[in-house]
Structures are given as C-alpha cells and as structure tokens.
C-alpha cells in the first residue's frame, strides 16, 4: 500500500537562516507523523536540512535528482532517484507529494509551487515573502495555505490532507 | 545555423480578449523579424493565437505538446513536437527559447517564468497582474522585462536579445 | 546514507507464467538482500509481479509510474513516484537502479535495457530470448549478464555489483 | 498545418563509413520529398551527416538536443530544441517523427527503435546487423521494415507512411 508522501521544497542556494531551521523541523516533525519525506535531494540548502531533519527522527526519505551524479546527493536521502532532467524533474517533485510544503523561496521553488498548483495539488507557505504570498493566492485561492511556523504547517497538512 | 527562436507563453484557458489581441499581434510581429515562434502548441489560448498570428505573416512556427495527442494541435503550428511528458515540457518550452514574452498568467504560464528565470532565460511580461510583476521582479531583478504592449515587446526582445 | 537499490524490468502484459514467477521470486530475495526494489510501478505483468514478492518478505519497494494516475499502481509499492512523462521515465528507471535485472521481454522492456547500457549499467537478462540474448550482448559484450533462474540473478548481482 | 517530420537516427560515435553517406544520402532524399528532418541535433556522427545532407538540398531540420548546450549543435540544424533531459529525449525524438528511419546502431539508437514500437510506430532499419534485423522483428512483426539504401528508404517510407 502506497505511503503518503509529504514534499518540502525551497532553495538550494542563498537560503536564510531560518529556511534551514524550519526546513529541519519539518523533515522531523514529517518523520514523527509517519509520513515519508520527498525533497530534490541534494546536498544544499532546504532539501538538505529537511531531509538531515527527517533522517534525525527515524524518518524515510526520497531524493528526486536533477541529473545523474552520486556525488551532489544529501547525506539523509535514503532513497535517490536520478532523473537527469533538470529542472523538469520540478514537476516529478510536486505530482509524487500528496502535500507540498514550501520554506523559502527561489526562481527554482517558485516553479515548483506553480507546477503543483497547475495539478491541482494543495501547497503551504512557509518562510514566504509577501510578493510570494500575493501572487499564488492570486493565482490559486483554493489551494494555497499560508502558515507561520512548522507546526502550523503539520496541522494545515493533517487538515487538508485527504489522508484516510 | 540555428535560428531565433522566440518563445510566447500564456493561458490556455481563461484568457481574456487582450491576452488573445496581444498574443495574435506578437506572432505577426515575432514573424515579420524573421523569427520563429515557440509556443507550447496545443489549439487554445495564446498559443493557438500567437500561431495564427504568425502564420498569418508568414512566418515558421514550432509547437511543443504535452501530450501524445494529434487531435489538439493549433492550426497554426508547423512543427509539432509531441513531448508526451505533460507540464514538464514547459522547461523544454523556455529553454528552447532565445527570449520568452509571456502574455497573461495562469498556473502553467509562472511555471514557464519560474523555469525561465532559473536557468538564466529574459522574460518579458506583457499583460501581466501587479501581483505577478512585483513577484517575479522580486524573484530576479535583472531578467524581467515589463512592457505595456506588443510592439514594446518586440523592442524589447531586440535590445536584450544576443542576436548577432 | 542512500541504499543499494535493484531495477526489476520486464513486460506489462503478454507476461508468459514463467516471466511472472521468477519476478515474484526475484522481489523476495531481493527483499532478502536488504535491498531496495525498484520497478516501473504499475499493477500488470513483471512490475506487479516483482513489487508483491518483495513485500511477501518485508522488503521496501518503489514504482517509478508512467502518468499521474493513483488508480493504476500496484498494490506491492510502498513508495510511488508520479512522472506523467510516460516511456522517457524509462530512463529514470534504468538510471535510479544500481543494477537492472530483467524478466522477460517486450518493446517496453527492450527500450529500458538499451537505455540501461547507454549509461554504462549492468543488466542481468532472464528469461530472454535467443534474439534478445544475441542483440543486447552484440551491443555490450560487459555490461550484460545472462542467467538460467532467479537465485543465479542474485548471485551475479553481489558479484557485479558495487556494494560497499 | 502540421508538416510531416521523418526522424533519422543512428549512432553518434563509432559510426561507419556507410552509416554516414547512408546518413547524409537520407537527408537529402528527405528534403528533396518537402519533409522536414528530425534527429538527435548533435553535432556527430547519424545526426549530424543527415542534417547536413538534408541542408545541401534546402531542406528543414530539427534537432533534439540531450542537454541544453549551445556548443554542441550540428551545423546542419535549423530548429535546436534544448531538453536538457538526456538520452530520455530520445522518447521525444521518436514521437515527434512520423516515421523512424534507423540508420546504423548503438545502444542509444536501439533505445530509440524500442521505444519508438512501444508507441506504434514504424520503423525502417537500414544497414543493421543479422542481430539487431531479428530481435527487432522478433519484437513487431508488423512495424518493422528492412531496406538495402536510402532510395528503398524513402519508397518504403511513402508506402507506409501515412500521409494524405
């Protein structure tokens, strides 16, 4: 039987402090709820600290790569899956989560956010800038959630999660 | 030798009667400069009129489809590639152009920016929300481009391109 | 730290009874290993087959599906990974396996093994065809493997493989 | 309207003499037919020889191009479209063409046979091995053609190709 899958996605490269605090918290707080972990996997910035956060609590963790190289992978990715195929695999990322969490922003994470909405998937918004928040709700009402912290974005993904 | 390849992006559905004005008048203009129009194919929206408009001058025109589908290719394209890999083509969409004009926003359209502006592409953005000019000049300073209309765009293309 | 992971690949339908037997035995002793199995996802044939041995004995399984369709996956993955890029995700299949083992034969099946070895990967080839045997062995004489059972695909896996 | 799109492909590296005049020799019958070239875009071996070929005698030319890299275009192509998805563009490749010419093979061509009857489509296999001749007939009967020289290639094209 298929496990839920709960996406973190955000940048890899100029990330805040607090990206990669939130980002860690969630990996664990994911891994406590049982849910398995899917990031871009590699070893940088927020797909990082969420999966090292996940791995923290015993969690399993899946790595969707942008290309073909054992050597960018992040040390918490149980699971590597290489598609070499770039950015593309953005989409692979949003359609394999049955949530898509969002901690920060890049051009990288916003497209990400665009292609999940585009599927209809259900996206919260962590650690975002007001120009982030205004313009996906205005592209999505329905399926954009604004949180403040971690655990706002947990119970948000309880919420909404259509989890039986 | 390749040739320039302009791309234009938008709605397919939920377009209103100047992304369509606007997107029929940049394929007769991208045509009469003697370049060749990239759209993302499909017989709706701003692809389908962008096609047209370029026909209509003449002009060369390439669809990239998300599907497998020969039934909904616009009338106007000339070159169908059938990508079979859905909203992931859209990275195919702007990489494969010298220069992306978006015209309108919708889901599929600020992934196209989002994957656009990742990997280093300009983007000029026409008829455009302020919600969506203020985000994605937010997102990248130097690679947005905001014109008020079609023959600006073209302008525009022409001083930012890397056209020898 | 990222787990050893092995691609079981073979046909979706026209399976012969032995096709689908030796990949119920081949998830098992896969599953056995300690390994991870990886197949393309889907409820029929080889995929199917495989993906419920490993469960029988307790092994973690991954499918790597074809659209994003949630009613087309077998009931023996535990992790599914949604691609809607149709036969291209062939290639993440082939990439994200350590070493593909293959069970029977098909158009499917053919394209995986040859994109297999277009990325240098060892494959293992049971249940094959003269034709088939004679062709992928013309195209790589090194990288292909040709075994008579299940147990025998094992054992060239640990002895080709490179587990630490 | 739509142009009819025949696809030649064949080995990059380790061509042989006769594979590329066979090569070169294709894109000009092709061209000479008012059919556009498609091919693999790079500037080596099959694809690079018809793009080539098919240029002499004025014709149009894709490229479908693995990554998304300026420097490694044939000169021969007209319309580079950049996947940035490696050798699972080769899936593009075949669906965007409205019949398959192989000339010569490779592990990346055999992928491309594959999947090309994987989705029904015919293909024409010139200057093939004993190998490669049987085990793709093995697989379809039907959807498979051998031809002796470019022209045969080109009459069994029109004989089989669905062209109003």
Do not use: H
Not at 51 to 69: F, R, V, Y
Not at 147 to 164: M, Q, S, Y
């Amino acid at each position: 039987m298929r496990k839920i899958i709960i996406g973190v996605m955000g940048p890899g490269d100029r990330t805040t402090a607090s990206d990669l605090a939130y980002a860690y918290e969630l990996g664990q707080l994911i891994a406590q709820q049982g849910w398995v972990l899917l990031t871009g996997g590699r070893n940088v910035g927020v797909m990082d600290a969420a999966s090292k956060g996940a791995k923290e609590a015993n969690g399993l963790t899946i790595g969707i790569l942008p290309k073909n190289d054992r050597n960018s992978i992040s040390e918490g990715v149980d699971i590597a899956i290489f598609t070499d195929m770039g950015n593309a695999r953005n989409n692979i990322n949003v359609l394999s989560s049955d949530i898509v969490i969002v901690c920060g922003m890049s051009t990288g994470t916003a497209s990400e956010v665009a292609l999940a909405l585009r599927s209809n998937k259900k996206v919260i918004l962590l650690n975002n800038t007001e120009e982030s928040k205004a313009f996906f709700t205005s592209l999505s009402k329905d399926n954009v959630f604004i949180v403040t912290n971690p655990r706002e974005a947990i119970l948000t993904a309880k919420e909404i999660g259509d989890f039986a």
